[in-house]
């Protein structure tokens, strides 16, 4: 076994090691990164200064603390409740009711925040209250909730895949059309989950509420406001009037409008809400600047090709590899967060990716989902978390009993877009044209 295996096999055993103390995931790559550099490919330590600028001077990743801006003020002034309100008059009389709701109110909060984290907390606060009044099983109602909240970070604008993007330098727009289809077939699967365990379970929910056309109707013109945010951000982006960085821009402007027209925004909400964006923003770039500089660092003693010739030499072929990627990444998501396994594993994996000739606009939307259930999935799922601090009086079991049916329709639709990658691959191709 060479010397680069053995002082790469340290490294990685070093890092688990700090991981495994409950040090952060960005100091404890930087830690190992700095010892590679230094002791192994011998570079000065200026070098980090350089990786960490190329790796963050993108115009594009201005949008993604905009977008965190967009979701927060909606989140935490709670003028989603009236969305949640006006799309339960159209959908809440379905079998399911309010859990019916809960998805699509999750699909179309998807649309105005692109945030795992924004949308638990938001129906946490918003929707279960309402569900427990009604005599909703509190696991059923808790599961979907939590399951819901896996479609922010697919349907465009996505945060998940700004990042992706500026990091391997692909299109932003050609990434948020790629999810656009394939989160509203997620949606539609797990409407069907809930029809089918309600079928199956019918004690869980109560008899839906129906409402009269008339307040339907009113319904409509509560809603109108929250469309005329989405159609602005996404209209302007699929048209290429903006680029995805001006319609964030567009997207937290029209937020704060919203929230004062509703009055619900104070200056110690707003004040809250630029200091999450902070926070967000500050964790995940650092993070990147150093998975940036741990990628250096395994490229130039020439390990990431080593570990791509050598896959890529397996006899499983394309799908056998894909397949132990997912197998990892499930594992994994039972441990990190989908950002975090991000940053870890693409230094290694996308040479794998393109080395198998896979579109990496398509490998994206295919790693969202399949990082995403790692937010649902024990024992430390990030969305079981913020939903328990949301409701802490269940149990954490009371709510990964409820999530763990959703992740059928998860690998469900992974398989659908193995199968037929067009599904997203056609509407970047057809806003390319």
């Known amino acids: 076994m060479g010397s680069e295996v053995l002082f790469a096999m340290g490294l990685i055993a070093g890092l688990l090691f700090l991981l495994l103390t409950g040090l952060e995931i ?6 190992i990164s700095l010892i590679g550099l230094v002791f192994f490919i011998e570079q000065p330590i200026n070098q980090i200064a350089y990786t960490s600028w190329n790796a963050l001077n993108s115009f594009t990743l201005t949008a993604m603390p905009l977008f965190i801006l967009m979701g927060s003020v909606l989140g935490n002034t709670g003028v989603n409740e009236k969305l949640f309100n006006a799309i339960d008059k159209w959908v809440g009389h379905l079998p399911g009711g309010l859990a019916v709701s809960v998805i699509f109110g999750n699909a179309v909060f998807g649309a105005m925040s692109g945030s795992t984290i924004a949308a638990t907390a938001t129906f946490g606060k918003i929707a279960f209250p309402v569900m427990e009044s009604r005599k909703y099983n509190p696991s059923f109602s808790l599961g979907t909730i939590a399951s819901g909240t896996v479609l922010a970070p697919l349907i465009p604008p996505s945060i998940l895949l ?11 727009v050609d990434l948020l059309a790629a999810g656009l289809i394939p989160g509203l077939m997620l949606t539609a699967l797990f409407l069907l989950t809930i029809t089918v365990i309600v079928k199956i379970k019918p004690g869980l929910v109560p008899t839906p509420v129906k409402y009269s056309w008339t307040e339907r109707w009113r319904a409509i013109l509560e809603a109108l406001p929250f469309i005329a945010v989405i159609l602005g951000v996404l209209g302007s ?17 029209l937020s704060i409008v919203l929230t004062l027209f509703y009055r619900r925004l104070t200056f110690r909400i707003f004040s809250d809400s630029l200091m999450d964006t902070v926070r967000i923003t500050s964790f995940a770039l650092f993070i990147m600047a150093m998975s940036t500089l741990i990628s250096h660092v395994f490229n130039s003693a020439g390990l990431i090709p080593l570990l791509k010739d050598y896959v890529l030499g397996l006899s499983i072929g394309k799908y056998g590899i894909l397949f132990g990627f997912f197998v990892m ?3 994994m998501g039972m441990f990190f967060d989908s950002w975090s ?20 606009i398509w490998w994206g939307v295919i790693y969202v989902m399949a990082a995403e259930q790692s937010t649902i999935t024990p024992p430390f799922g990030l969305t079981l978390f913020v939903l328990k601090g949301v409701v802490p009086q269940h149990n954490l079991s009371t709510i990964v009993k409820g999530a763990l049916p959703f992740l059928i ?18 509407l970047p191709g057809i806003l390319g044209n």
């Open 341 to 360: 396994m991000l940053f870890l594993t693409f230094p290694f994996v996308m040479p794998i990716v393109t080395g198998l000739g896979i579109n990496p």
């Open 26 to 31: 960005g100091w404890s790559i930087g830690i």
């Open 409 to 426: 329709p998860i690998y469900i639709n992974i398989i659908l877009l193995i199968i037929f990658p067009q599904l997203a691959t056609w």
């Open 237 to 253: 982006i699929f048209g290429g009037i903006m680029t995805p960085t001006e319609a964030a821009g567009l997207g937290a402007f």
């Open 329 to 331: 990444y499930f594992f």
């Open 162 to 172: 700004i990042l992706y993007g500026a990091w391997q330098g692909l299109s932003i």
